[in-house]
């Protein structure tokens, strides 16, 4: 008998998506702040400032898309791996300041995506399904 977990694997999507999403738009309405904390953090780093600048800039929007798409299981698995992309360069961000208990905090993160996406066969109730009717699994 095949394990179903659809509304596990949906309330765990749902709590990522949330947090991400949340993560870029609480800094929307402050992003210039934002981006001005992320230079200040970056100031002895190895990174040019206009790539800090620009992280800065984007990092809110692109939090919020992506939390979003996840919220709504759009595009699921392509979503999921940008939210672990973006993970991978934050912890490389994080460990080019030394910064290593902002590296174990997203880390963890890093295992959500991994569990999110070793499991996308339960990925049940999303946008992706209704319009793909045909759910194999």
């Known amino acids: 008998m095949e394990n179903k977990n659809y509304t596990a694997y949906f309330l765990a999507r749902l709590t990522m998506g949330v947090n991400i999403m949340i993560h870029g ?10 981006q001005g904390w992320i230079v200040e953090q970056f100031h002895d780093s190895i990174l040019p400032l ?3 600048k620009t992280m800065g800039l984007t990092l809110p929007f692109v939090e919020s898309l992506i939390g979003l798409l996840i919220v709504l299981g ?4 392509k979503s999921l791996v940008a939210g672990a992309i973006l993970i991978l360069l934050l912890i490389t961000g994080s460990a080019l300041i030394e910064h290593w208990e902002w590296v174990g905090f997203q880390m963890i993160y890093a295992l959500y995506y991994f569990f999110l996406l070793i ?3 339960q990925n049940y109730y999303s946008v992706d399904r209704l319009l793909k009717p045909k759910f194999n699994h």
């Open 74 to 77: 759009i595009a699921t698995r």
């Open 50 to 52: 206009f790539v800090v």
């Open 25 to 34: 738009l609480v800094r929307l309405p402050k992003i210039d702040v934002f």
């Open 119 to 121: 499991y996308i066969d």
